[in-house]
């Protein structure tokens, strides 16, 4: 799955989530007024709501309840409504807004949660230093919580190896979109092969580095009879023209 995927399927899980709980705020939970049935309801409140919303995912749906303040003493109530406060959603950390709309006393609560979304990725082994390019071997295939950070996950080997680490990477970390960057290739003053290409034809020639290379990205160069042109890294040696 390529990083512009990863990060469609995350647009896709908070657009339907907070649709989905849009549209329960007009249900009701059990009755509660202890703290533990408070749990149990937004419990299965919330495994409900996964279970529905993210069917169509590739992704396992997980959540965890936190801790109401032990301090609270709810009154009973009759009817408790959830609700996503404003600017919350529904991945990583978040809270549960929870209020009595049926009671003797009204009462309105957050509840601290933990939505994981677990599912393939590639974790790093050992220890790679910034700026350095990464190798297959640098890390391996494992299932991680793509929810723990907001940063995309980046699941196709093929994205990250051959990339640079934009820092220091450690043992366990998930491969992640603000972690790699592509690779500079070669220097200002490099020479390097232009490839020029158009339909049914390939011109190769000799020219000079006017910018830094790196891979995917633009680059000036200076051919041999001095005219500049501008093309596409493809590869440490190698500048790409369409014409």
């Given at each position: 799955m390529s990083v512009l995927c990863v990060q469609w399927?995350?647009?896709?899980?908070f657009g339907v989530l907070t649709l989905g709980f849009g549209c329960a705020q007009a249900q009701t939970l059990e009755p509660a007024g202890d703290p533990d049935g408070v749990y149990a309801a937004a419990q299965r409140w919330l495994d409900d709501s996964l279970a529905q919303q993210s069917s169509s995912l590739p992704l396992r749906m997980e959540v965890v309840v936190g801790q109401l303040d032990r301090r609270l003493n709810?009154?009973?109530c009759q009817h408790v409504e959830p609700y996503l406060p404003p600017n919350v959603r529904l991945w990583g950390k978040a809270r549960l807004g929870l209020r009595c709309v049926e009671g003797r006393i009204k009462w309105?609560?957050?509840l601290p949660i933990t939505v994981k979304a677990m599912g393939?990725?590639?974790v790093i082994k050992g220890q790679v230093s910034p700026g350095t390019t990464l190798q297959a071997s640098d890390a391996m295939a494992v299932e991680v919580d793509w929810a723990e950070s907001n940063s995309a996950i980046v699941?196709?080997?093929s994205d990250w190896v051959g990339k640079a680490a934009t820092r220091l990477l450690s043992t366990g970390q998930a491969l992640r979109q603000d972690m790699v960057k592509a690779a500079?290739?070669?220097q200002t003053g490099a020479q390097v092969r232009v490839l020029a290409t158009g339909p049914g034809f390939?011109?190769?020639?000799r020219a000079k580095a006017l910018s830094a290379g790196i891979v995917g990205q633009s680059a000036m160069v200076k051919m041999e009879?001095?005219?500049v042109i501008t093309g596409t890294v493809s590869d440490e040696r190698t500048v790409r023209v369409a014409l």
């Amino acid at each position: 799955m390529s990083v512009l995927c990863v990060q469609w399927v995350q647009r896709l899980f908070f657009g339907v989530l907070t649709l989905g709980f849009g549209c329960a705020q007009a249900q009701t939970l059990e009755p509660a007024g202890d703290p533990d049935g408070v749990y149990a309801a937004a419990q299965r409140w919330l495994d409900d709501s996964l279970a529905q919303q993210s069917s169509s995912l590739p992704l396992r749906m997980e959540v965890v309840v936190g801790q109401l303040d032990r301090r609270l003493n709810l009154a009973p109530c009759q009817h408790v409504e959830p609700y996503l406060p404003p600017n919350v959603r529904l991945w990583g950390k978040a809270r549960l807004g929870l209020r009595c709309v049926e009671g003797r006393i009204k009462w309105n609560v957050f509840l601290p949660i933990t939505v994981k979304a677990m599912g393939p990725a590639w974790v790093i082994k050992g220890q790679v230093s910034p700026g350095t390019t990464l190798q297959a071997s640098d890390a391996m295939a494992v299932e991680v919580d793509w929810a723990e950070s907001n940063s995309a996950i980046v699941a196709n080997q093929s994205d990250w190896v051959g990339k640079a680490a934009t820092r220091l990477l450690s043992t366990g970390q998930a491969l992640r979109q603000d972690m790699v960057k592509a690779a500079q290739v070669f220097q200002t003053g490099a020479q390097v092969r232009v490839l020029a290409t158009g339909p049914g034809f390939e011109i190769a020639g000799r020219a000079k580095a006017l910018s830094a290379g790196i891979v995917g990205q633009s680059a000036m160069v200076k051919m041999e009879n001095g005219q500049v042109i501008t093309g596409t890294v493809s590869d440490e040696r190698t500048v790409r023209v369409a014409l």
